[in-house]
């Protein structure tokens, strides 16, 4: 074949010229003449495609002339592949908002400060692991200190290591409130007093966060309507993060309500 594939070749035009006479109601003889042009295209396609056409058919369609038939065969239409340069960033943001949802669902928990966030991006994940790392020594240390023997301690509180040489004045201000315990690490815990009654354990989180790393949270509740009855304690596990609490948020506005927070004491 000379032509390439795909080209479209026509031969000669052929014109027909057709004659019809016939007679009108009135019985006049009309005679109507119409030339009809012919030109045969033919087009150069491969030899894939055109060994196709000599294939022998079978079934229903054993009789039907080569080429498609509309009895048998369906011809679909055309679809063209379009990549779409931006696909990638929209699976990336999709499954940035699907994280996003996640977060404000609130169903992701910190394990360390309880927060709506994932642990690895925790921004006080550092005191946490410093505060772990030293009451585990605490302990230790405690584990092989002679300081006490046995019938010593009977009928006597548990004492911190870090405050057996200090004297009662002082050890007077550290907390025992009710979300302290003598089983776990030494904590410093403040008592705040003034709070609205909308107030919650959240709310509370959020306001003293900004102080360092929370060990443990008490809001006091009415049983009957669950709201705030005014007072809470928060506890940290250093004394210095304690004394920044009280610093920033004593006598602090909130909810239109003045704060007034202290360590809390011994009953």
């Known amino acids: 074949m000379s032509a390439a594939l795909g080209e479209m070749s026509s031969s000669p035009v052929i014109i027909e010229t057709l004659t019809e006479e016939r007679i009108d109601d009135v ?17 150069q396609v491969s030899e894939i495609i055109a060994s196709r056409r000599s294939w022998t058919k079978f079934g229903e369609a054993r009789s039907h002339p080569p080429g498609p038939n509309t009895k048998t065969t369906l011809l679909g239409e055309p679809v063209f592949l379009y990549l779409a340069a931006g696909k990638d960033f929209e699976l990336e943001e999709s499954g940035q908002s699907t994280i996003l949802k996640l977060e404000q669902s ?10 709506s966030h994932w642990t690895r991006q925790c921004p006080y994940k550092d005191r946490f692991v410093e505060a772990a790392e030293d009451s585990k020594s ?7 200190s002679p300081a006490f023997t046995a019938p010593e301690l009977a009928g006597r509180k548990y004492v911190a290591p870090s405050l057996r040489s200090k004297d009662s004045s002082s050890s007077s201000h550290i907390a025992s409130s009710p979300c302290s315990s003598s089983s776990g690490p030494e904590v410093y815990t403040v008592r705040v007093t003034n709070l609205s009654e909308n107030t919650t354990e959240n709310d509370l989180r959020e306001l003293f966060l900004c102080a360092g790393t929370i060990s443990r949270l008490y809001l006091s509740k009415d049983p009957a309507t669950n709201l705030c009855k005014g007072y809470a304690f928060v506890s940290f596990y250093k004394k210095s993060d304690a004394d920044q609490a009280i610093a920033m948020i004593n006598n602090h506005g909130y909810d239109n309500l003045i704060l007034k927070v202290e360590f809390a004491k011994y009953n």
């Not at 609130?106 to 927060?115: A, D, F, H, P, V």
């Not at 605490?138 to 092989?144: P, V």
Request: contains cysteine.
């Open 27 to 43: 019985g006049r003889k009309v005679i109507t003449k119409r030339k009809i042009q012919k030109k045969l295209v033919v087009n």
């Open 106 to 115: 609130k169903s992701i928990t910190c394990r360390y400060c309880e927060g």
């Open 138 to 144: 605490s302990i230790d240390s405690t584990a092989k």
